[in-house]
Antibody, heavy 119, light 108 residues
Framework: QVQLVESGGGLVKPGGSLRLSCAAS????????MSWIRQAPGKGLEWVSY????????YYADSVKGRFTISRDNAKNSLSLQLNSLRAEDTAVYYC????????????WGQGTLVTVSS | EIVLTQSPGTLSLSPGERATLSCRAS???????LAWYHQKPGQAPRLLIY???SRATGIPDRFSGSGSGTDFTLTISRLEPEDFGVYYC?????????FGGGTKVEIK
C-alpha cells in the first residue's frame, strides 16, 4: 500500500532554515509527480510546491518562491523541501502528497510534520 | 488565481441524513478539474472525488460529485459516523491549484 512518511519538522527562529523529508513506499516513486501542501494551525490547505517525476518540472507558490526548494531522489524514493528565511506565517503542518493523474490533484498524503517558526 | 468558496461553513446533521456541500469557483476554470477531500481532526486529508465526478479508490458510493464551470457539489447520500469532519474542494484546472476554505460537517 502507498505510504508517505514525513520528518524533519520542529521549532525554528524567524530567518532560520529547516529541511523536511518524505519517505515513499508502496508504489513506483519515479513514475509520479510529488508535492508539498501545508496547513496553518486551525486553517485550510495551501499548496506549496510540485516536482515532476524526473525533476524536470518544478513549481512553487508565490508565498514561498525564492525561499523554499523542492527536490527528489528517485534512487532513494525520497522527497525533500528545504525551507530558508522562515517567517512566522510559515508555521504549519507540512504534508507530502502524491500527485494523481491526470494532474494535479493529490491522491495520497502523508501524516504531516509540524514546522513552528517562533522566537 | 481561482478562488473557491465553500458553503455552508458548517453543516449540522444526524447520521443517516443527506449532506449537500457546495463549492463555487471565481472565475470559472476549464474542464472538470475539481477534487474533494475529507479531513478528520488530527489526520491528513483523504481524497474522495477527482475530475468532479470520479470516486477515488476505496471510496464508498454514498459519496458523489457533480457540477461544472463555476458550481460543484459533493453529496453524501446517508451520513455515517465516520463521515463527520471537514471537507475541502480543490481546483486543478488553472495554475496555481487552490483549495476552498472548507465545510465542517458536525453531528447534530
Amino acid at each position: 500500500q502507498v505510504q508517505l512518511v514525513e520528518s524533519g519538522g520542529g521549532l525554528v527562529k524567524p530567518g532560520g532554515s529547516l529541511r523536511l523529508s518524505c519517505a515513499a513506499s508502496g508504489f513506483t516513486f519515479s513514475d509520479y509527480y510529488m508535492s508539498w501542501i501545508r496547513q496553518a494551525p486551525g486553517k485550510g490547505l495551501e499548496w506549496v510546491s510540485y516536482v515532476g517525476s524526473v525533476s524536470n518540472t518544478i513549481y512553487y507558490a508565490d508565498s514561498v518562491k525564492g525561499r523554499f526548494t523542492i527536490s527528489r531522489d528517485n534512487a532513494k524514493n525520497s522527497l525533500s523541501l528545504q525551507l530558508n528565511s522562515l517567517r512566522a506565517e510559515d508555521t504549519a503542518v507540512y504534508y507530502c502528497a502524491r500527485v494523481g493523474r491526470p494532474y494535479y490533484y493529490f491522491d495520497y498524503w502523508g501524516q504531516g510534520t509540524l514546522v513552528t517558526v517562533s522566537s | 488565481e481561482i478562488v473557491l468558496t465553500q458553503s455552508p461553513g458548517t453543516l449540522s446533521l444526524s447520521p443517516g441524513e443527506r449532506a449537500t456541500l457546495s463549492c463555487r469557483a471565481s472565475p470559472s476554470f476549464s474542464g472538470n478539474y475539481l477534487a474533494w477531500y475529507h479531513q478528520k481532526p488530527g489526520q491528513a486529508p483523504r481524497l474522495l472525488i477527482y475530475g468532479a465526478f470520479s470516486r477515488a479508490t476505496g471510496i464508498p458510493d454514498r459519496f458523489s460529485g457533480s457540477g461544472s464551470g463555476t458550481d460543484f457539489t459533493l453529496t453524501i447520500s446517508r451520513l455515517e459516523p465516520e463521515d463527520f469532519g471537514v471537507y475541502y474542494c480543490q481546483q486543478y484546472g488553472s495554475s496555481p491549484v487552490t483549495f476552498g476554505g472548507g465545510t465542517k460537517v458536525e453531528i447534530k
